[in-house]
């Protein structure tokens, strides 16, 4: 039982490229969501999902992507690098409606030049 | 909006001491409260939570208190070890999972 896995764990991209960013739950949770940590602010919500084929926006959701084919993988897309882009990125997950993230993965710590 | 924030950057404790990390809240409709602890490299680790109909709850070494009255809420984790040393921060929530604030974090440190 892996938890949530996130892939990978550092990029280095220039302005304007695009990349996915990884994520997967082996815990059959139906709630996943995408967060940026940034130095000196909390958590902030990008986009998040209630179960496989239903996504939504969360409090910062521009320049992302995101899509919920499987319960298991939610993936989140840069479409083109911008330099306000680089942060930490984290993908969590929930069993169910209305309670909190529970499992975090690692993260992702994406620079753009 | 919510804003959940902590009452300091950074807090030292020897070990085997009882440690307080405070944290203060502006949206009295939060209806419940998350303390989570980050090492450093990792993602968020829950550790409690309490719902606002709740004044206290105890988990293993950690005890939440919500005083909803001047919207404060701790943590205090009892007998404080090496490996608690880490950022925790709180996270406030009204309604659903998407609603959910977090704080920037108090760091913990634990002199042996």
């Known amino acids: 039982n892996a938890g949530v896995t996130q892939t990978p764990k550092f990029q280095v991209l220039k302005t304007g490229q695009s990349m996915t960013l990884q994520c997967a739950q082996d815990m059959n949770h139906e709630y996943m969501s995408w967060y940026r940590q940034d130095p000196g602010m909390g958590l902030r919500l990008i986009h998040y999902s209630v179960g496989a084929g239903i996504t939504d926006q969360g409090e910062v959701p521009n320049g992302y992507n995101v899509s919920r084919s499987t319960t298991e993988d939610f993936p989140l897309r840069l479409l083109s690098a911008a330099p306000s882009q680089t942060s930490v990125y984290f993908c969590?997950?929930?069993?169910?409606?209305?309670?909190?993230?529970?499992?975090f993965g690692d993260g992702t710590r994406l620079s753009i030049l | 909006g919510e804003s959940v924030g902590l009452h300091l950057p950074t807090l030292s404790v020897q070990e085997g001491d009882n440690s307080i990390i405070n944290c203060a809240y502006s949206n009295s409709a939060s209806d419940y409260f998350i303390w989570y602890k980050q090492e450093s490299g990792k993602g968020p680790q829950f550790i409690i939570d309490i719902r606002s109909n709740m004044d206290k709850r105890q988990g293993q070494r950690v005890t939440v208190l919500l005083n909803k009255t001047v919207k404060h809420l701790s943590l205090q984790i009892a007998a404080t070890q090496p490996g608690d040393s880490a950022v925790y921060f709180c996270a406030g929530g009204v309604g659903g999972y998407q609603k959910v604030t977090f704080g920037t974090g108090t760091k913990l440190q634990v002199i042996p």
């Open positions: 969590a997950s929930s069993y169910s409606r209305g309670t909190q993230p529970q499992h």
